[in-house]
């Protein structure tokens, strides 16, 4: 997420808005209120570059899905005290994976979610179907801030799909570290928590069935046997 991103589309409507007061950018005549019209719209500027605080509920919360949305579902094995993920919606409506460059959505469509206070174990949160990178990884330890540019990082990406609970991954954060290092990774651990995710989500699973949603291609749940009964 780069300021200078969000400042130029910020320019781009604030000269729009004085645009179409004046039938056009040639000529234009800078009146008091066309000046406080822009001025106005750049002061929004670090509210629009804010991203969206979300929260992480336990497994097996009750949420209500809105249209179009699915559930992601993100297994924790973090040790620190304020660590948070950084991700935002990519531009890549396929359900296909999208290229290793894949573009950011909108903007407005960065979010952040705080993980400090949270045990271990698997979590949910409501998303509008599509692509998402995760871009940053902060993992801060007593004075040394640590943190991982992910930006790039294909393996960190998941997809959610709409009415489906959507497997990322389990995000690992170590307790052990040097003061230039910690080891953090986001890794399919599907088959080994299978038994877990389906004894946490018994009613979810149900009106949400359980999906891979790993930024790496993943068969096993195509491949489990179909349960028969309850």
Known sequence: MKPGFFLFEILKVALAK?????????????????????????????LLAQPKELKLEPAG?????????????????????????????LGWNKPEHPPERALKGRPGEDFTVSLQGLDNGLYILALPEGWYQITRVNAPYFDLPFWMDTAEEPSWRFRVDREKTNYA???????????????????????????QIQGALVQQLQVAPLASGSGVRDDFLGELPERSGP
Do not use: C
Request: net charge positive.
């Open 18 to 46: 004085v645009k179409s007061l004046n039938g056009g950018v040639m000529g234009l005549h800078w009146g008091p209120l066309k000046l406080a019209l822009l001025l106005s719209t750049l002061a929004s500027a670090p």
């Open 169 to 195: 991954g389990q995000l690992f954060i170590a307790r052990e570290r040097s003061s230039k290092y910690v080891k953090m990774r986001l890794h399919n651990r599907l088959a080994a928590e299978i038994e």
């Open 61 to 89: 919360t009750e949420i209500t899905l809105r249209s179009r949305y699915g559930f992601l579902l993100l297994s924790l094995d973090v040790d620190g005290v304020s660590s948070s993920l950084e991700f935002s919606r």
